[in-house]
């Protein structure tokens, strides 16, 4: 089963060498979606990414991919064929 942090590398698209630049960048889209996924309403959720991505909508792309990779992944590991959930 792959590790959650390679499965938002490639989820990001930047799977092979990464610079530090992308590594901070995907620190940032990890650091902005593990505070979103504190909120339980989509609307107060929204208003966060929205704030601390400050207009840059490819970072808010990404943060709300990594958001959809985190739901994939519990989805996978939480299915009635594994015996959870």
């Excluded at 889209?29 to 504190?38: C, K, S």
């Excluded at 990404?62 to 994939?72: F, I, S």
């Amino acid at each position: 089963m792959r590790q959650p942090e390679s499965l938002i590398v490639s989820k990001l698209s930047l799977e092979g060498s990464i610079s530090v630049n992308r590594q901070e960048r995907i620190r940032l889209v990890m650091e902005i979606g593990d505070a979103a996924a504190d909120y339980e309403m989509d609307q107060e959720r929204n208003a966060h990414i929205d704030q601390a991505c400050g207009g840059d909508e490819e970072l808010k792309q990404q943060v709300m991919e990594y958001l959809r990779a985190g739901e994939d992944l519990f989805n996978e590991t939480a299915s009635p064929e594994r015996g959870y959930g």
